[in-house]
T-cell receptor, first 113, second 113 residues
Framework: EAGVAQSPRYKIIEKRQSVAFWCNPI?????LYWYQQILGQGPKLLIQ????????DSQLPKDRFSAERLKGVDSTLKIQPAKLEDSAVYLC???????????FGEGSRLTVL | KQEVTQIPAALSVPEGENLVLNCSFT??????LQWFRQDPGKGLTSLLL?????REQTSGRLNASLDKSSGRSTLYIAASQPGDSATYLC????????????FGRGTSLIVHP
């Protein structure tokens, strides 16, 4: 069974530029999460989807971050414009249902200069 | 709001020692608790998932216990090996509402030969 796929693995941009990350969850997993992990900290939830609906986005900085999961499968997270403090690893995770075991992708490391 | 604390933050031990990593949480109304390991520059790998009705789970040299009433989980690693060196994180699925997984900051483990 293929795992959670994420791309790109690494991205370097200058502040005020935009960036997009893509995630393809494990086949059949209805729940998809985007987490932000700053070096030395635990992952912080940005947004949780159940199929193509948003369950929680209370910690998503909506003035610059957006995410979508249009067909209830893969998802895109966008940052526009980026700030220095957005430098982090963006992790995508999926689970079969909302209380199921979480599986993570390798992450996308963003550096904002 | 659920808060998760992991102690110690870092641990360095010689090979062969038995280890205990701690995870505590403030709201005992949880559905699941999941332990992960994270290698440098990688995503999170699932180790064990404990449901709230369970007291412990075992996988190879790993044993995780859960005491909901005291808000604690421990991860026991038997006969540690250098390959166990990684950061270990716990995630708590709170049972009120949307079952959002909340992470601790992790315990960074180094096992030296």
């Amino acid at each position: 069974e293929a795992g959670v796929a994420q791309s790109p693995r690494y991205k370097i941009i200058e502040k005020r530029q935009s960036v997009a990350f893509w995630c393809n969850p494990i086949s059949g997993h209805a729940t998809l999460y985007w987490y932000q992990q700053i070096l030395g900290q635990g992952p912080k939830l940005l947004i949780q989807f159940q199929n193509n609906g948003v369950v929680d986005d209370s910690q998503l900085p909506k003035d610059r971050f957006s995410a979508e999961r249009l067909k209830g499968v893969d998802s895109t997270l966008k940052i526009q414009p980026a700030k220095l403090e957005d430098s982090a690893v963006y992790l995508c995770a999926s689970s079969r249902f909302t209380t199921g075991e979480l599986f993570f992708g390798e992450g996308s490391r963003l550096t904002v200069l | 709001k659920q808060e998760v604390t992991q102690i110690p933050a870092a641990l360095s031990v010689p090979e062969g020692e038995n280890l205990v990593l701690n995870c505590s949480f403030t709201d005992s109304a949880i559905y699941n608790l999941q332990w992960f390991r994270q290698d440098p520059g990688k995503g999170l790998t699932s180790l064990l998932l404990i449901q709230s009705s369970q007291r412990e789970q075992t996988s190879g040299r790993l044993n995780a216990s859960l005491d909901k009433s005291s808000g604690r989980s421990t991860l026991y690693i038997a006969a540690s090996q250098p390959g166990d060196s990684a950061t270990y994180l716990c995630a708590v699925f709170s049972s009120g509402g949307s079952y959002i997984p909340t992470f601790g900051r992790g315990t960074s483990l180094i096992v030296h030969p």
